[in-house]
């Protein structure tokens, strides 16, 4: 019998006595929907929020580039510290921060504040996700790790698109009178259940092998990561200023200091921040650029559609969230046959998913290109069915493929990894998306839409063909 088919027989329904067994997945799972969600929750929030606090445009989107930031940048370290501390305490010691933050957030009285908490909340993020994936690759093995791993995509998905209606939703009803504060507020109770639940739910484990963490490793990451971040959140705001230039010029210099430090500490006996031979496995370091590649086209269509729906076409926050319903119902769908596919198949998976995706973008460039602002908004519904389960079917296979070619004891490493990988590519996204959005707005909303996903359509085939340099499913096994 072949490892797939050993694998197979796990994915059917659990009796209930083994139920327990997920009970870990569940309290994790609730740290990643706050995390995602408030990356886009606030997006149809904003201007509520400038209007009630009288903030400036710049306050505003440092509410925005605040939050991404200081999650892009930590999440190395945040997994590294994981393998040596404890992942659960890790994990744990993030959501607090982030529900704490979260009330901050709710409770800001200027706009000030609003920024220092969202930049708080991004930390705790950034300490949260990485172990979250961590103790997920722990704790499941084989096919019950693929289904894991599918819920982990499963939950991401629609926190996104969920954001847009949650958020539309709440700034309509006004819960309380409390407006746009509610968005933020509504973490607290997931974040205290969580945290209530993790210690009898969640097993301590950590690399046993773990030392001292490199603070000169981390220095100089955290300076890499930035330098390439920072210009991109904040470069088409501020009309790409000299500084944006210079910083993502001084990235490459950066990222190879950190490389050579990494080498040389090895040498000396030490523990590098990052073991640079995960790179030599060919599924971690395909998976990575076919990651940061992936997630490029993420965030930046969520961002494009929903200036194409308020915008364009002149639609509510909360008729626009409801528009995401499609795309999040065709997610929730894929993702559940996700699992069985990722096993039997591996990477063919992700090319079929990436080809998925580039169809539906490019049913929208005929949609839009027909119907521009107008028409019925029924004519975009094949595109966003496609988009979805194109996002359903990728994410399994992307992320069991990368933390399957790395050994367990460095889950927490890889996991942080990984994390950063994908938070690159959604700033990448933003920036070129974000460019070529605004760059054709003056031709119309509609032309600005449909240059957009055009290019959207060729990153995705830019993955397709990137998922031939995975390794067979007969190779993993």
């Not at 070529?436 to 240059?451: I, L, Q, Y």
Request: aromatic share 6%.
């Amino acid at each position: 019998m072949s490892t797939t088919e050993t694998l197979l027989p796990d994915l059917a329904p659990l009796p209930i006595a083994a139920r327990r067994r997920w009970m870990p997945l569940a309290v994790v799972l609730a740290g990643t929907f706050m995390v995602i969600l408030d990356f886009f929750i606030v997006n149809v929030a904003l201007p509520s929020m400038q209007a009630r606090l009288h903030a400036s445009s710049g306050a505003i989107e440092w509410v925005v580039a605040g939050y991404a930031m200081a999650c892009a940048v930590l999440l190395i370290t945040a997994g590294r510290a994981g393998d040596r501390f404890g992942r659960r305490r890790a994990f744990c010691a993030g959501l607090a921060l982030f529900t704490l933050a979260s009330a901050a957030c709710g409770l800001a009285p200027d706009a000030t504040v609003l920024v220092i908490a969202r930049v708080a909340q991004g930390a705790g993020g950034a300490l949260l996700m990485p172990n979250v994936l961590a103790i997920i690759n722990v704790t499941y093995e084989g096919a019950q790790r693929v289904r894991a791993l599918s819920a982990y995509g499963m939950v991401m998905g629609v926190a996104a698109a969920g954001g847009q209606i949650i958020g539309g939703g709440l700034v309509a009803v006004d819960p309380a009178g409390l407006g746009w504060r509610s968005c933020f507020l509504i973490n607290l109770p997931i974040g205290l259940a969580a945290l209530l639940s993790a210690p009898r739910a969640v097993a301590e484990s950590r690399d046993e092998r773990a030392t001292e963490i490199d603070l000169a490793g981390t220095a100089l990451i955290t300076a890499a990561l930035l330098a390439v971040v920072l210009p991109l959140v904040q470069g088409r705001q501020y009309g790409w200023p000299a500084w944006t230039w210079v910083s993502l010029a001084l990235s490459p210099a950066l990222v190879a200091s950190f490389v050579l430090q990494q080498r040389a500490r090895a040498r000396r006996g030490g523990a590098p921040l990052i073991d640079l031979s995960l790179f030599a496995r060919r599924a971690f370091s395909a998976g990575l650029l076919a990651q940061v590649v992936f997630w490029a086209g993420q965030a930046s269509f969520f961002l494009v559609l929903a200036l194409y729906l308020q915008q364009g076409r002149g639609l509510s926050a909360l008729k626009a969230g409801l528009v995401f319903t499609i795309l999040a119902a065709a997610y929730l769908a894929a993702s559940l046959g996700a699992p069985a596919l990722a096993v039997r198949h591996g990477r063919r998976v992700l090319g079929l998913a990436a080809l998925v995706l580039a169809c539906g973008h490019l049913a929208l460039f005929g949609a839009v290109s027909e119907l521009g602002t107008g028409g019925s908004l029924l004519a975009l519904v094949p595109g966003l069915a496609l988009v979805g389960a194109g996002m359903g079917l990728a994410i399994t296979p992307l992320v069991t493929i990368i933390l399957g070619a790395a050994p367990v004891e460095q889950a927490g490493e890889a996991s942080g990894i990984l994390s950063t990988v994908q938070n690159v590519g959604n700033a990448i996204g933003v920036a070129v998306i974000g460019a070529v959005f605004f760059g054709a707005v003056h031709a119309g909303v509609a032309s600005a839409f449909r240059d957009s996903v055009a290019v959207l359509a060729g990153l995705l085939l830019a993955v397709a063909l990137i998922s031939r340099l995975l390794p067979a499913p007969e190779a993993r096994a």
